[in-house]
């Protein structure tokens, strides 16, 4: 039992040297004998299983039974085609169905969290399934574990442990104690378990059961999360599926009914109904929407954003507001000290006297009070205390050498809430307590001030000329931190309150973090497209004003608040001034989720971005959370939508860009399906209402469907990106897919296609009086050939195909060719079109119904030029 041996035991029987950690060979080694650190999942669905699984639709049976029905009554090529439908449909089901798997399983890899370890001496960051026994695991407030580890190091550890315990407060470890005789896992303090999650406090482990060895794989509890991937539009286009459905079998029985009125040949009748209801219905939709889903969701990947949830892909589309934090998001992340002040004077770093006692401690403070490590070969930790080492580095002062002199006793991390970190260092046989962070912070928990070596009480007048340096700073979007301390005599067992309180403000720095430089273009294109950006950051208000004006977030200071005047009003009021505001300050992550709120209540759909263990609930109450990859902790992450993988704001904006096409993709490719099943539905009923011959045969139909459901309708689904996507307002959330224009080109469409098919069933019977087939055949093409021109103008609906490009969706070109060169097959090779019961048209008659087949296009695109006309 680990927890009952001391550390140095421990690391002996796992072979591990704690300050080296494995080498790359022995990890090798190690992940042979135990295996990948992960728990047994479920069995994925062999192809064959997938197979069967498309197999077990209604329509399907509805087909199989057609097929018998021919069978039986000797009409062996019906039966053989309707076979071949069948067996084709599921195999388009399962390719679509297994590329969308797959990139389902894609992104879930990609979303798995990570583990930084000690290998052959340096921390790196690799797949938790990597992990083995020996391992020494870092752990930082916001991680997951990912394995179970015995810590050998814990500074103010506490780790949430619900899943194991029920327990819903974190429990306080510490490497220290041993426990003797056997405890449950609750008792073991100087443990950490797989899955569990850091949430303060910080602390070294070393790895003593990865996988199915590990205190979760024993009670095999799968925390494997069900990810809820079906989206609003896929929900309801369930349900549009299930109407359209019912209203198709509707019709097509009515069809049944009247031509056994008008005594027509039952079964001929009772196939063409069947076959007719398998076209209406737009089986492969779902299919559709799932694959232009997942190749959008892939493409974002490429683009740096990991869709965690699949509804976020609709939902960015409708974003009108983009919440974004500061640091790093919209700045660098890449901080100089420039200035600081001490002993009443603002000067410019490189001006620093080092002789000077309270320039001295100042330097100390910065460099002591922090978790940062820095040399010319390397740099790790968080970029603001990054920032303070190197500054030191410049008077040859490096962390290891003054942490040696001067040994860290205790500590309290940094939290984002109270906006300061503290440590107790040793100086000869007393200590000193130094503590840096934001400047009103400091202030508050200050009572006296060093100036020039000297001690004197903090006043009113003091803290005003301090204050005035820190306005001089931030105006030129310097990032402020101030530096405190005091004496004391033995370290304290107490936490924060003993530390955090009576401090001798030392002095400040002012740091810049210039902004990325390609974040000023997202936001005058975000602006343009009808998008809000909003920053939202720690820092102080004048230094964020100061980056959010040069960036074109605000212009005016009136726009920006700080998190204490937030607290001043209450909901409603805050709910009314939201609107004008575009900087929050000085905020806290609870102001976070109110700030959601408050968009929210006035109907916008907001996105938030996040990267610490408190961000999650204003990531979850925002419509898109936005968790930062590089910066993020697991449970910003585990609480996101979408993960940025460069954590850069651009990335939000190529997302939404990104959103707004995959949904008019999807919408182009229901819009085509449906006018076109329209279109078969409109043929056969209205020639049977007018007792005409029946211009299609089942097997017609069916083949219709086939080439024009499967890959024209793909090809809509992915069609590169309109450039002009950006230059809209969001979409409504609340307006249909069949709104706007949809709701009159849909039908228009439909009745078109359906209309010229009749006409070239007509014609053919008037140019050829004695051949009902020959007539046939020509409406059985402009059926087919006119969806397939017709898909060319779905592409935009204002724009005409030569200006978005004829050929720019190479697909979809390639769609049209392979079915126009499938359709004159069935028609020319005699075997084939023999089963299909058609004639070989003449050099004529192809000259017509080509022709015909084009009127769509045409008048679609006619109709466009008069739209775009009256735009003008
Ligand atoms: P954003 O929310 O845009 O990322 P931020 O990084 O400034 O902004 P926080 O990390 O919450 O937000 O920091 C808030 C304030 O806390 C900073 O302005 C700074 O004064 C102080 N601060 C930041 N990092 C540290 C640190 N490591 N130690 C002490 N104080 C810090």
């Keep these: 039992m680990w927890y009952t041996k001391n550390t140095s035991e421990v690391l002996k029987d796992l072979n591990v040297d704690e300050s080296i950690g494995l080498s790359t060979e022995e990890a090798k080694k190690r992940i042979e004998k135990y295996g990948e650190n992960k728990l047994a999942s479920k069995k994925k669905k062999s192809i064959f299983q997938l197979f069967l699984a498309q197999l077990a639709d209604f329509m399907i049976y509805i087909l ?51 583990a930084v370890v000690k290998r052959n001496g340096e921390l790196t960051e690799i797949p938790s399934e990597e992990v083995v026994p020996g391992d020494i695991v870092i752990i930082d407030a916001g991680r997951y574990i990912p394995a179970d580890l015995r810590l050998i190091e814990s500074a103010n550890l506490k780790m949430e442990e619900s899943a194991f315990t029920g327990e819903s407060v974190p429990a306080d470890k510490d490497a220290n104690v041993i426990i003797e005789g056997k405890v449950g896992v609750g008792d073991q303090h100087n443990m950490v378990f797989m899955s569990t999650l850091a949430t303060y406090g910080r602390g070294i482990g070393v790895v003593v059961g990865t996988g199915m060895d590990t205190e979760i794989g024993k009670i095999a509890k799968m925390l494997d999360e069900e990810v809820e991937d079906s989206t609003p539009l896929q929900k309801k286009l369930e349900q549009l599926g299930k109407y359209l459905g019912i209203g198709s079998i509707g019709i097509c029985f009515f069809i049944f009914i009247v031509s056994m009125f008008q005594k027509r040949d039952v079964f001929e009748m009772l196939l063409t109904s069947i076959s007719l209801a398998v076209a209406a219905i737009p089986e492969g939709l779902p299919a559709i929407v799932a694959i232009v889903l997942a190749m959008g969701v892939q493409r974002m990947i490429k683009e740096n954003a990991i869709i965690r949830k699949l509804p976020a892909v609709e939902t960015l589309g409708s974003v009108n507001i983009i919440c974004s934090d500061k640091t790093g998001t919209l700045t660098q992340n890449k901080m100089t000290v420039t200035k600081f002040y001490a002993n009443d004077k603002l000067l410019h770093i490189e001006d620093l006297d080092f002789n000077l006692e309270t320039n001295k401690l100042l330097i100390e403070c910065m460099m002591l009070c922090n978790d940062a490590t820095y040399s010319e070969s390397s740099k790790t930790g968080d970029p603001t205390e990054i920032a303070l080492l190197e500054a030191g580095f410049k008077y040859d002062i490096t962390k290891d050498i003054i942490n040696a002199e001067h040994k860290r ?28 962070g934001a400047i009103d912070s400091i202030l508050k928990i200050s009572t006296k001030l060093m100036l020039n070596g000297q001690i004197l009480d903090l006043t009113e007048n003091m803290k005003k000329d301090i204050l005035k340096a820190v306005d001089l700073m931030s105006d030129d979007a310097l990032r402020v931190l101030a530096g405190a301390y005091k004496d004391i005599d033995a370290p304290p067992h107490i936490g924060l309150d003993e530390i955090e309180k009576d401090l001798i403000f030392i002095g400040m720095v002012g740091m810049i973090d210039p902004p990325r430089l390609e974040v000023k273009d997202s936001i005058s294109l975000c602006k343009n497209a009808g998008i809000t950006p909003v920053m939202i950051t720690g820092d102080y208000k004048n230094t964020a004003f100061a980056i959010a004006k040069e960036l074109g977030i605000a212009d005016s200071l009136n726009q920006s608040i700080s998190g204490e005047d937030i607290d001043k009003l209450n909901d409603e009021d805050f709910s009314n001034k939201v609107r004008d505001l575009r900087v929050f300050a000085r905020v806290s992550p609870e102001h976070k989720v109110k700030i959601v709120k408050a968009f929210k ?78 279109g078969e539905i409109i043929t056969l009923f209205v020639a049977i209402l007018l007792n005409w011959d029946s211009p299609l045969l089942p097997i017609h139909l069916l083949w219709v469907n086939l080439i024009t459901d499967s890959l024209p309708a793909l090809a809509l689904g992915v069609d590169p990106g309109d450039k002009g996507v950006m230059d809209l307002p969001p979409r409504n959330p609340k307006e249909s897919i069949f709104g706007g224009s949809t709701k009159l080109m849909l039908p ?125």
């Design 601 to 678: 209540s006035h109907g916008n759909i907001v996105s938030m971005t996040g990267d610490g263990v408190n961000d999650a609930p204003s990531l979850k109450a925002a419509d898109i959370g936005v968790a930062m990859g590089i910066t993020g902790t697991d449970v910003a992450k585990g609480a996101a939508d979408m993960v940025l993988t460069d954590d850069n704001f651009t990335t939000i904006v190529s997302a939404v860009e990104e959103g707004r096409n995959i949904f008019s993709n999807i919408k182009k490719s229901i819009v085509f399906l449906l006018s076109c099943n329209l």
């Design 409 to 436: 006793i205790d500590e309290v991390p940094f939290d984002s809430d109270r906006k300061l970190m503290s440590t107790v260092n040793s100086y000869g046989q007393k200590y000193k307590v130094f503590t840096k």
């Design 64 to 114: 199989l039974a057609a097929a018998l029905i021919s069978g039986i009554m000797g009409e062996i090529s019906d039966a053989i085609i309707i076979i071949i439908v069948i067996l084709v449909n599921a195999i388009v089901g399962v390719v679509q169905e297994s590329k969308a798997e797959k990139a389902l399983e894609a992104l879930k890899e990609l979303s798995t969290p990570k």
């Design 748 to 872: 228009l469409n439909g009745i078109l296609i359906g209309a010229l098919t009749l006409v070239a069933f007509r014609v053919g019977e008037y140019l050829y009086p004695n051949s009902v087939p020959h007539a046939r055949t020509m409406a059985f093409v402009v059926l087919s050939v006119s969806q397939l021109f017709y898909a060319l103008s779905i592409r935009n609906d204002r724009k005409s195909i030569f200006q978005i490009g004829l050929f720019s969706n190479r697909f979809l070109i390639i769609a049209i060719i392979i079915g126009i060169i499938l359709q004159a097959s069935v028609i020319t090779i005699t075997p084939i079109a023999e089963l299909f019961k058609v004639y070989s048209l003449t050099l004529k008659d192809w000259g017509f119904v080509i022709l015909l087949s084009l009127v769509p296009l045409v008048i679609n695109e006619l109709l466009k030029i008069i739209l775009r006309n009256k735009e003008i």
